[in-house]
């Protein structure tokens, strides 16, 4: 009988961000900017999976994520699961879930919407119209995007923008 080992060594204590879609993981920490923690971090990209064929997974030592960067990581991997490590074991599980109205997240590239008015500061809002491929709407010029089109908002207020295959 062919023993099984596992491929990703478990952390301590941290936060396991699983079921990803494949070859989202580094675009994910990079969004998240869990990719600027000086922690250990183990990355797997196209790791086989019995549920999805492939997947990612991002282990990470001492870091627990915020609201914010769940958000994220369910509007490019609606599929991904975040565990709580302590002492080796699992302390905590739950699926990201895609909120029906994405707010501040992501940019309106659409000039004369009026969330890009100087005059009106207004925060961005979008509907959720599909979750796969993802679909969304911005509520005040009503411009349709998907996953390709989407503008991230960092802290920063850099723009990050996304460009990724949608895996159907």
């Known amino acids: ?16 961000i699983d ?11 990079n969004l998240t900017g869990i990719d600027e923690s000086r922690n250990l971090m183990t990355i797997g990209v196209n790791v086989s999976s019995k549920k999805y ?13 915020n609201e914010t960067q769940m958000q994220q990581i369910s509007i490019l991997s609606p599929n991904a699961t975040i565990s709580l ?6 302390i905590e599980k739950k699926k990201v879930e895609l909120p029906k109205t994405i707010k501040k997240l992501i940019l309106c590239v659409n000039e004369t919407c009026i969330s890009n ?4 500061p207004i925060d961005t809002e979008f509907l959720v119209l599909d979750e796969k ?15 390709e089109a989407i503008v991230f908002t ?15």
């Open 154 to 168: 960092s802290k920063e207020k850099k723009e990050k923008k996304i460009i990724q295959r949608i895996q159907l």
């Open 1 to 16: 009988m062919l023993e099984e080992k596992l491929k990703i060594d478990k952390i301590s204590k941290g936060t396991v």
């Open 133 to 147: 491929p993802l679909k969304i709407q911005c509520v005040y010029c009503e411009r349709i995007y998907n996953l």
């Open 85 to 90: 490590i302590e002492n080796y074991k699992v």
């Open 53 to 65: 064929q492939t997947k990612d997974i991002i282990k990470i030592e001492n870091v627990f994520l």
């Open 117 to 120: 008015s100087e005059k009106e």
């Open 19 to 29: 079921h990803i879609d494949a070859g989202y993981a580094l675009t994910i920490l």
